[in-house]
């Protein structure tokens, strides 16, 4: 059909009938919709601004959807914080046996209850688990005298408390980081790691000067600031306290698309459904919660500015340096390619700070597993219900597994289960999956040169003597013309606070506006979705968003190369001290004599034990070498094990804590000297030819677990057959798996 085209007059302008013009009905209709989303998003606004001051006006506010139980108020230790362990009730009680978990919730600007703020969160996965489930929160308010040190001590004392509730458990708890409260775990662990189990930290920052350029410019904001100055400055202004709005407003600057405009539109489109979520959200972040000045400006001393703790540059009171080498049980890193503000080089870059081979790995006794999302926030990392169900109900129900795994580095992936073997011993429709990987593919990820490295260097010794410099001449004036009652009209007008107390009903204005939303619901013209109006009014939003994204790749650029033309100066370098025939590495652990000399009596008890561990040892040890160094795990295994454990007679059954040191030590052997390892085997197994068939069978269903078995893995079966002095025949796995 050819299109008509009709002149309409001589500026040469054509009307082409094929493009409908819009109707007034078209204008008036969405007139009307566009009102009353305007009506009430403000009444939106107005119960958020209630919502503040409702979860203000608590003792102990939270956002927790689960009920819970105080079982230590950190308050009443020897050295008080403002931390409290509790227990998550639940309608069935958990199974006592079962490994606890407790989750840390981050104290950085946002009050708790994050990671249990609906039932599809970390701990609703847990509770679905029949786990038994803690949380440790705080209150908005500091104790007087807390530190970080003091933190990590009364989160050792809680989890110590949970190891004595729970003496039917013959595993240690699994701890759960957020944020902040990851590296804070961290430090807790390395400090005090006899009562700790696996250690999971999401979206947790530990090397925090590493990225890559044209990315991840929040590391660079300490830098342009001139260092920590600011932080001592705000905390004198603060009288003492440190504002955790603060901290909000920088979280918010990184993505001023979203914070001016598209959250809050995003409310306004679908006000007729979006105002739950947007409510519950906004108790938790339009809330800040105080710091004590010296906890803020240590950590940002320490960490964000120093780097010190991969560094092994923090002590405690006591003289201990802070080395995450200490920590023996597994750590689990969750981190995504859609993090701004903890990029999987953050997350990840402390693997190379502390080790320089594979095999240093492996000599510490460290078993690293990683995940790495593709698009997730730093929020939905330990918020997003699909995260929750997929990513940490699999973390949830795979820990055991993590933790019997040999020290190495791992990557954990995630799969559908449809059309894998043996489908029967997948607990769910994931398949979760350990990957055996090296310091090569972290380093894939992106890390910095020696220049990067020496230009964090200088920022770090550029905001020592700034800060120097203000507690020298400006400190003391500032705290001169500072009281307690400027220090909280500061809090009380920050931008934070002001624009969520100016929409509720302490503003006389919005008195009409209820009334008005009430009416508009019960009268509510919600406009056609193909309005031809609606759909300019989204292109609008969609160019106001391309134009704050466009500003923010720009500041973000101008940024860096702000950093890079200060730090990056040869003249500000030596200023700084920094010699330029001096290469600055990013391994920044140190060799620790102590530890290499416990590295070699640990290698002479591991040799003196060939001989040791029983029927159990020589199993593992079959299996260990059919299926190969470096195959990785997956749940399979760790199901058909549990099924395997049930069928064994009591009086040879084992706990989890004895077989798990039984694995790891025969795990090394193998790595150490697997020949020797492999000789020794008949001389663990008992002399009963039938009592051999019964152990070498659950190797051969242990190793098919994961599927048949290729060439190799067959050659390999058919040698321990031999060790275990049988035939083939004997060894024929269960129909149930695959030949």
Same mark, same amino acid.
């Given at each position: ?84 362990? =509790? ?77 004595? &509730? ?29 009562? =700790?189990?696996?250690? &999971? ?45 603060? &901290? ?7 993505? +001023? ?138 973390? %949830? ?9 040999? +020290? ?25 999956? &350990? ?72 503003? +006389?204005?919005?008195?009409? =506006? ?73 391994? %920044? ?26 029927? =159990? ?123």
């Amino acid at each position: 059909m050819t299109k008509s085209v009709v002149d309409v007059g001589s500026r040469g302008a054509a009307f082409d009938p094929a493009i409908p013009v819009p109707s007034a009905t078209a204008w008036f209709d969405y007139a009307i919709d566009a009102w009353q989303r305007s009506i009430l998003t403000l009444d939106v606004l107005r119960q958020r601004g209630n919502n503040a001051e409702e979860y203000n006006a608590r003792i102990a506010p939270n956002v927790l959807t689960f009920g819970a139980e105080l079982i230590l108020d950190g308050r009443t230790l020897e050295r008080p914080v403002n931390y409290m362990l =509790v227990r998550i009730k639940t309608e069935t009680p958990p199974d006592p046996s079962k490994r606890p978990f407790i989750i840390f919730d981050p104290r950085a600007g946002h009050g708790p209850g994050i990671g249990g703020m609906k039932n599809d969160s970390q701990i609703g996965e847990v509770v679905k688990a029949g786990h038994p489930c803690y949380f440790v929160g705080f209150l908005p308010n500091p104790t007087e005298t807390q530190t970080i040190e003091d933190v990590c001590e009364a989160e050792a004392i809680f989890v110590r408390k949970v190891v004595e &509730l729970h003496p039917k458990s013959d595993m240690k708890p699994c701890l759960i980081g957020n944020c902040q409260a990851g590296w804070q775990i961290m430090m807790m662990s390395a400090i005090w790691p006899e009562p =700790v189990g696996p250690i &999971l930290i999401a979206g947790t920052p530990l090397s925090y000067w590493a990225g890559v350029r044209g990315k991840n410019p929040l590391r660079y904001l300490g830098g342009v600031l001139g260092g920590t100055w600011m932080t001592a400055l705000a905390g004198d202004l603060g009288n003492g306290i440190f504002d955790g709005a603060h &901290l909000i407003s920088n979280f918010e600057s990184m993505n +001023p698309a979203n914070t001016y405009w598209s959250k809050l539109y995003n409310v306004y489109s679908k006000v007729d459904t979006e105002a739950p979520r947007y409510l519950e959200f906004e108790k938790w972040w339009g809330s800040p919660v105080l710091l004590r000045a010296r906890e803020m400006q240590a950590i940002a001393d320490q960490l964000f500015v120093g780097n010190e703790l991969t560094a092994g540059g923090i002590q405690t009171r006591r003289g201990m340096r802070v080395d995450l080498r200490n920590i023996k049980s597994p750590i689990i890193v969750m981190c995504s390619w859609g993090d701004d503000i903890t990029p999987p080089q953050q997350a990840l870059g402390w693997v190379l700070d502390l080790y320089e081979k594979d095999s240093d790995i492996n000599e510490s006794g460290q078993t690293i597993v990683y995940t790495l999302h593709q698009s997730i926030g730093h929020l939905g990392i330990f918020v997003s219900g699909k995260v929750a169900t997929k990513e940490h109900s699999e973390f %949830t129900t795979c820990m055991d597994m993590i933790d019997l795994m040999p +020290p190495g580095l791992y990557e954990a992936v995630i799969t559908e289960a449809e059309g894998e073997e043996n489908a029967d011993l997948i607990g769910g429709k994931y398949l979760f999956k &350990l990957q055996p990987r090296t310091l090569a593919d972290i380093k894939a990820l992106g890390h910095n040169n020696e220049e990067d490295q020496r230009q964090f260097a200088t920022m770090r010794a550029v905001s020592e003597a700034n800060l120097g410099l203000y507690r020298t001449f400006m400190a003391p004036m500032v705290k001169a013309m500072t009281s307690e009652q400027t220090a909280s009209a500061l809090r009380k007008t920050h931008p934070s606070r002001v624009q969520v107390e100016m929409f509720s009903d302490k503003n +006389p204005a919005m008195g009409m =506006v209820q009334k008005a939303a009430e009416q508009v619901s019960a009268d509510r013209r919600p406009v056609a979705p193909d309005n031809p109006f609606l759909e300019m009014e989204k292109a609008t939003s969609e160019a106001i968003v391309k134009f704050w994204d466009t500003y923010a790749q720009m500041r973000d650029a101008a940024t860096e190369n702000f950093f890079t033309a200060i730090y990056g100066s040869p003249l500000v370098q030596a200023m700084a001290g920094m010699r330029s025939d001096k290469a600055v590495s990013s391994k %920044t652990a140190q060799h620790d004599l102590m530890r290499e000399m416990a590295g070699r009596q640990h290698e002479a008890e591991l040799l003196s034990k060939r001989d040791q561990g029983g029927w =159990v040892a020589a199993c593992l040890r079959g299996i260990f070498y059919v299926r190969g160094r470096g195959a990785g795990a997956d749940e399979r295994g760790l199901n058909l094990l549990r099924e395997i454990s049930a069928e064994v007679p009591k009086g040879e059954r084992i706990g989890f804590s004895a077989f798990r040191e039984v694995l790891r030590d025969q795990a090394e052997l193998m790595r150490r000297d697997p020949q020797e390892a492999l000789a020794a085997i008949p001389r663990l197994l008992p002399e009963d030819p039938s009592a051999r068939a019964e152990k070498l069978e659950i190797v051969s269903r242990l190793v098919r677990a994961r599927g048949a078995l290729d060439d190799a893995a067959t050659e390999r079966m058919a040698e321990v057959t031999d060790l275990f002095g049988l035939n083939a025949v004997t060894s024929l796995p269960r129909k149930r798996l695959s030949a």
